[in-house]
């Protein structure tokens, strides 16, 4: 059976050769500045009036999405909140079509329909991007729920913020998961604030972790900074997911480095310099980049070129999707349905 | 043809599209062990097994996303919710989620989802439990709103929802479940989108839906023995609306009454009459009048409650009006 | 102290008074016990006696008004006493019957210092009988629209119409302004269109050209002179609604408890039609010969009989009406409904003015309505307006039968087959081609011997058909 202790040994012992690791783990590297280049260049164009509306920076939070997503199979679903930039791009979208949907093109992959809180690839099974708090955590169990019912091994995992966990779909999702056994793991990644709202001041209990006792689920207190930590974590979720059909709900301690969004003061009244410069320190690039140079893997100028290729790539990136045509005025009325005949034509 | 009760229909549709195709599964409160609050999915469970038919906590919101979710994968639910008066806890799930999501994924991501159950009023049940919400759900553009009358209907066109690729809104009516007629025999499905003419005339058109479609046929057969010959005109799919029969019959008759059970502000009926002035201006002898729920919530009192709906008394008396008599 | 003078119930069953007319004028001198007015009841007219003794300072109902029993109608009091202003009904209702435009009046309450020095007697055109004096229409100067009642609109005004009849105006020609609304706020609607009877555009009163020799008559408009005019309607007017009586009402009423909505009575007569026949043959004759317009339309036993019948209606118009629920409608014009059998049932297109066109016109005209109802090509317009209906069964053998009152008209003219039968012909049993006619009535307009009479000179000029031209 899957989930034996010996069918799982057997998989713990398939590990990856040291040089298979090795360009595992700088992959890592690569994957999280390429989040954070991005992040700075969509901050930079949305000053300039490039990107409208909401955009959500994931500054700060990179290992989350990077060690997490590290663990998973192209055939699992992922499921986002609306400050997904990091999740699509560690997916393996391209940075050319997620910044030419943060500006609105065709060439968008939501063929700049979506905007930056509506990302979604249906081929990497990233199911979006989406905007009401908490709202999408059902969509998760669903999504989890239909691979039980065909018997895959696929497993669902959902990404919100700790302010989602007061919500009710939050609660009526992770009940139903744990009730019916499904493959789904749920990460909270625990930023401290919603918006401008500190943890304390929004939840009668402050470890979010605490809460999955409601519904009998495991639960794992996750130090988000740190990749290997991240992604050690997300395997012992995703296994117990896929195997055992049992859900995890994992909370993940991380910070953002901006403000909520880029309407937002990088640290406003509701904390302080010090405190978002006191955890600067744990920069999770930093951190890393820090133990690939001590474990021998790379050293400085190896890191340096690695972040000046990566910052060349996401240049390139913010030049395509800035000379990107717009939609042809047509697309205004496809996809409403499936047969553009019942379009908004009333 | 055989004589079917308006539940049974439905049973037979689910039946027939569940048998038809292994990811039409049913969701919801009470579906499955208790055979249905309205005992539509009656033997469901029995045939289908717990997999396919899925019990729920009382969690309209969460199991509507799971729904969802689960049609994003390419599964087809069935998501029953015990009255739509409950539905509106999972509001969310059909507007920002269901509707949404092929046009904010550029066409990636569809919703073949149904969501149906009992709308509108029954009997003294009271404010909270008698609301008629169609207008809401036909408002969003990336969802489909249907409402059969009859057995035959609704069988047929809750076949056809479905297997549509889009997200459906199918709302049936407590006080229809048990009402009995002719259902054909066989494999057959009607499609979304099309109104159907119920009784034919050439003096006044009536438009109507659901409930209101028996107190037209009531106000007709009154109509005729005046020598009044009306044409009945049932939408049977809200979203889409069929502009075409609706046009046709008022440029025969180039009179119109709209009935229809919700309120009327920014109701069904206002969209009907705004199809018939803007497309049909020059058949029109008369506005077209229409005639709805009272515009309060519904009271408890059964007289007060009776007055507050409509019946075949007031679609005759609107007709009168329109005919100038 | 002023007394109220009420309508009283003069009956027992007495529910309603019609104030006929006053006895006794404003600022006359009465004595208890004096006749104050003759008042109609359902019954009878009687006699409203002064209860008190004074001077009839006001009326406050006028002559020819129908009021509910006990509502007031006079006050009695002293000489100059003041009275409370009451509606002013009987100055203003001399003002109108005076011929002024029966549109709104601009003016509120009338000068109450004229009142007594001008004689507000009842409206000149009345008459002193039962039967009152019908709410005359009176002609606009439009000659677009001639017989038709007075504009509720001024030329140049806008016109309150539905959409569909204005389309249906703008596509046949009319002006809306000489069309009478009956919706609300006097909009104009498709029915008003319908009971408008338009006349052909401006060029119809255009004199005819002289015949030419051997001529056959085209197919125009109608220009013939108009016929002497109905008693009833005034001239120039398209019709003339005339109020119930009491008596009319009570009829009404009491025969459509009896037999349901329209109290229907039937008339049968039987025709001798030989000389409409060797009329006939004798103008297929003349027509053989010669090519043309005329021997493409035959005139049919059918058209005969339209003519007959809109000739025999002009010499009893009170055959010629429709029933208005409060009142009757009696036409100017004639216009007759013939039966049609469709596909779907039956349809009654309409020969407007059949009384003035030639049997040529009214076969052309009924052979083209006949197949544009079977074709379901036929507008409005020419299926509604008609005064009187005529149903034909004779072509599939049918000897009589009796037909179903088209509302609003008040009669229609059920007509068997034409077939030999043995009767008596100058003192002996001879074989003569016969035709048996059925009117059905409706009792609310038309009484036995009204209907009879008209039946009488019809069959009378089928018997002797140069009487249709007398």
């Known amino acids: 059976m899957a989930h034996s202790t010996a069918a799982r040994r057997a998989r713990q012992s398939a590990k990856p050769s040291p040089d298979a690791l090795a360009e595992e783990y700088k992959s890592w590297l690569r994957q999280m500045m390429v989040i954070r280049r991005f992040e700075e260049k969509a901050g930079e164009a949305y000053s300039l009036g490039k990107i409208g509306g909401f955009c959500h920076l994931y500054i700060g939070q990179e290992a989350v999405a990077v060690g997490s997503i590290a663990a998973l199979r192209p055939d699992d679903y992922i499921v986002c909140s609306y400050r997904e930039h990091g999740h699509a791009l560690a997916r393996g979208m391209s940075p050319r079509t997620v910044m030419a949907e943060l500006f609105g093109k065709a060439a968008g992959c939501s063929k700049g329909k979506g905007g930056s809180m509506h990302l979604f690839d249906a081929e990497r099974n990233f199911m979006g991007g989406h905007g009401i708090v908490g709202a999408h955590i059902p969509l998760a169990t669903g999504l989890a729920f239909a691979a039980k019912y065909r018997g895959t091994e696929q497993v669902a995992v959902c990404y919100f913020g700790e302010a989602a966990v007061n919500n009710g779909a939050f609660h009526e999702a992770l009940n139903m998961a744990a009730l019916w056994k499904l493959p789904c793991v749920y990460i909270c990644e625990n930023n401290r604030y919603g918006m401008g709202t500190a943890l304390e001041r929004a939840s009668a209990i402050y470890d979010i972790s605490e809460r999955a006792s409601s519904y009998d689920m495991i639960n794992e207190v996750v130090d988000g900074q740190d ?67 001590t474990d021998g893997l790379m050293d400085e100028p190896a890191v340096r070129a690695l972040d000046a290729e990566v910052t060349a790539e996401i240049a390139e990136a913010y030049e395509f999707a800035d000379k990107a045509p717009d939609p042809e005025p047509g697309e205004l009325f496809t996809d409403v349905y499936k047969e553009d005949s019942v379009s908004g034509e009333q | 043809m055989a004589i079917l009760t308006y539940r049974d229909a439905l049973n037979a549709a689910l039946r027939e599209e569940m048998r038809r195709d292994p990811d039409v599964f049913l969701m919801g409160e009470e579906v499955g062990v208790y055979q249905g609050a309205y005992k539509v999915s009656r033997g469901l469970l029995e045939e289908f097994g717990p997999v396919r038919v899925v019990d729920t906590p009382i969690t309209e919101l969460g199991f509507a996303g799971v729904g969802v979710g689960a049609a994003m994968a390419g599964l087809r639910p069935v998501i029953e919710f015990m009255t739509w008066n409950f539905a509106l806890l999972a509001i969310d799930q059909l507007i920002n989620s269901a509707a949404k999501m ?19 009023a029954a009997l003294q049940l009271g404010a909270q439990h008698s609301q008629a919400f169609e207008s809401y759900y036909a408002h969003i553009p990336g969802l489909k709103v249907v409402m059969p009358a009859t057995p035959a209907d609704a069988k047929g066109l809750l076949k056809s929802a479905i297997r549509d690729d889009d ?51 009531k106000a007709a057969e009154q109509l005729a023995g005046e020598g009044i010959e ?12 069929d502009h075409e029969t609706v046009l046709e019959s008022v440029g025969r008759t180039h009179r119109c009454v709209v009935a229809e059970e919700g309120w009327p502000f920014a109701g069904v009926g206002a969209q009907v009459v705004d199809v018939i002035q803007r497309e049909a201006f020059d058949e029109l002898d008369a506005p077209v009048v229409r005639v709805s729920g009272a515009d309060v919530p519904m009271p408890y009192n059964k007289h007060l409650e009776k007055a507050a709906k409509v019946d075949p008394g007031k679609v005759v008396e609107a007709v009168g009006r329109v005919l100038y008599r | 102290m002023a007394t109220q003078v009420v309508m009283e119930a003069l009956s027992p069953t007495m529910e309603e008074g019609r104030l006929v007319e006053w006895k006794k004028q404003e600022g006359e001198q009465v004595a208890a016990g004096d006749v104050l007015a003759e008042v109609e009841t359902d019954k009878a007219v009687m006699e409203l006696v002064a209860r008190v003794s004074g001077v009839l300072l006001r009326q406050t109902v006028k002559a020819g008004q129908t009021v509910p029993v006990s509502t007031p109608v006079a006050v009695i009091g002293a000489p100059g006493e003041a009275v409370a202003a009451g509606n002013g009904a009987g100055a203003e209702g001399a003002k ?115 015949p030419l020799p051997g001529a056959l008559q085209t197919a125009t408009e109608p220009s013939r002179p108009a016929p002497a005019p109905s008693p009833i309607v005034p001239a120039g007017a398209a019709y003339a609604d005339v109020p119930l009586t009491q008596l009319r009402k009570t009829i009404a009423r009491r025969l459509v408890q009896s037999i349901g909505p329209i109290p229907t009575f039937y008339l049968t007569s039987e025709a001798d039609m030989e000389r409409v026949a060797e009329a006939r043959e004798a103008m297929l004759d003349a027509d053989r010969p010669t090519s043309g317009l005329g021997s493409e339309v035959k005139v049919s036993f059918n058209d005969i009989l339209i003519k007959a019948v809109a ?20 036409w100017a014009d004639v216009h007759i409904g013939m039966a049609v059998a469709v596909e779907e049932g039956l349809i009654t297109p309409v020969i407007r003015h059949a009384d003035r066109k030639t049997l040529r016109e009214i076969a052309a005209e009924a052979r083209d309505l006949a197949a544009r109802a079977r074709a379901r090509r036929l507008a409005a317009e020419d299926y509604t307006g008609a005064t009187f209906s005529i149903s034909n069964l004779g072509m599939l053998d049918i000897e009589e039968f009796t037909a179903v009152i088209n509302p609003p008209e008040a009669a229609i003219l059920a007509v068997g087959r034409i077939g030999p039968k043995p009767v008596e012909h100058d003192g002996q049993v001879a074989l003569r081609r016969r035709m048996r006619l059925t009117m059905s009535c409706d009792h609310r307009v038309i009484d036995g011997a009204t209907g009879a009479r008209f039946l009488q000179t019809l069959t009378g000029m089928l018997e002797n058909p140069l009487a249709m031209v007398w």
């Not at chain 3, 000739?311 to 009696?330: E, F, G, K, M, S």
């Open chain 2, 230 to 241: 009306a044409d009945v005109v049932d939408l049977r799919t809200i979203r889409p609306l």
């Open chain 2, 102 to 120: 092929r046009y904010m994924s550029g066409g990636q991501v569809g919703v073949p989802a149904v969501f149906r159950g009992p709308g509108g």
């Open chain 1, 227 to 293: 990749v290997l930590v991240m992604k050690n974590a997300m395997d012992r979720a995703v296994e117990r997911a896929r195997h055992e059909k049992a859900p995890t709900l994992l909370e993940v301690r991380t910070y953002r480095f901006m403000g909520h969004s880029m309407s937002d003061p990088i640290h406003g009244h509701y904390r302080t310099k010090e405190e978002v410069e006191e955890h600067r320190k744990r920069d999770p690039i930093a951190v890393w980049s820090r133990k690939l140079i």
């Open chain 3, 96 to 210: 109108r019957a005076a011929g002024a435009a029966p549109a709104e009046s601009a003016a509120g309450t009338p000068d109450r210092s004229q009142a007594p020095a001008a004689p507000p007697g009842p409206p000149p055109a009345a008459r002193t009988s039962a039967t009152p004096a019908p709410k005359a229409a009176t002609a606009p100067p439009s000659p677009a629209l001639s017989p038709s009642p007075a504009p509720t609109s001024a030329p140049g005004a806008r016109v309150k119409a539905s959409p569909l009849a204005r389309r249906i105006a703008a596509e046949k020609g009319l002006d809306l302004h000489g069309v009478q609304g009956s919706g609300p706020e006097g909009r104009v609607v498709l029915r008003d269109l319908e009971r408008a009877a338009p006349v052909p555009p401006p060029s119809a009163p255009a004199p005819r050209a002289a």
């Open chain 2, 167 to 217: 997200p459906v809104v199918f709302i049936e009516g407590e006080m229809l479940y048990n009402t009995k007629g002719e259902v054909p025999e066989g494999e057959y499905a009607i499609p979304l989108g099309q109104a159907d003419v119920k009784h034919s005339g050439g003096d006044v058109t009536i438009v109507c839906h659901s409930k209101t479609v028996s107190v037209a046929l």
């Open chain 3, 311 to 330: 000739t025999a209606l002009r010499q009893h118009p009170a055959c010629n009406a429709w029933w208005q629920d409060d009142h009757i409608r009696y």
